[in-house]
């Protein structure tokens, strides 16, 4: 029969005793899964107010010496994208990128197992000499029902347009020097611009 975990992850689960090195692959998988989940939160909670504070500290020094008439260090220009919060902006995309990846992966294998379960039960309907009454749709099986709730967003976070049916490369040393982050991040740079918006606001309002 077609299981799933509680974070989605669908397998085959062929006796009522699942066999041990089955376990550990599915335990591992789902780890892997959490980590990133867990990642997000520790760059929203912990990184992200000392990233802020950070680059208020460059602020305040670039303004003392400014009004001291000195040169400043390196005078910053006030683009959001020039700021240490940027950065981790940065590495949250890169991860739900990720965890996207992960889920559409899932999908595709519960997709191909639900297919496996489905031949199996024809051909031993066959043998008994029974008609199976086909179901409404395989989708509604397949499809992983668990659904992950970070910071309240849902993620729909598909590889851009210019890059959809061709193979992902993300070889290399320097996998953020690639050009298919590089269209990850101008596909959502209109959302990673909101984000520094809302945390500008924020930081505003509490001055």
């Known amino acids: 029969m077609l299981a ?4 989605g992850l669908p397998f085959l ?14 335990g591992r998988k789902n780890k892997i899964y959490q980590s990133k989940i867990f990642k997000i939160t520790e760059i929203q909670d912990e990184l992200m107010p000392a990233a ?15 009004e001291e008439g000195l040169p400043p260090r390196e005078a910053p220009s006030g683009d959001a994208e020039e700021t240490y919060a940027w950065s981790l902006y940065l590495s949250r995309l890169w991860i739900e990128w990720k965890i996207e990846a992960t889920w559409q992966d899932w999908i595709a294998r519960g997709e191909a197992l639900q297919r496996i379960v489905d031949a199996e039960q024809d051909l031993a ?3 008994a000499g029974r008609t199976r009454r086909p179901e409404p749709t395989t989708g509604e099986h397949a499809r992983p029902m668990a659904t992950v709730n970070v910071s309240g967003s849902k993620y729909n976070f598909l590889t851009p347009l210019e890059l959809q049916g061709k193979p ?14 590089a269209a990850v991040v101008r596909s959502r740079h ?3 611009r909101s984000w520094a918006d809302k945390a500008q606001t924020a930081q505003r309002s509490t001055v």
């Not at 993300?170 to 982050?181: I, L, R």
């Open 4 to 7: 799933t975990t509680a974070e």
């Open 13 to 26: 689960r062929t006796s009522p005793s699942q066999p041990h090195h089955m376990s550990r692959m599915i």
């Open 190 to 192: 209109g959302m990673l």
């Open 168 to 181: 992902i490369q993300m070889d290399g040393h320097d996998v953020f020097a690639s050009e298919t982050w």
């Open 52 to 66: 802020e504070a950070e680059d208020r500290w460059e602020r305040i020094v670039t303004r003392q010496l400014r």
């Open 125 to 127: 309907d066959q043998e």
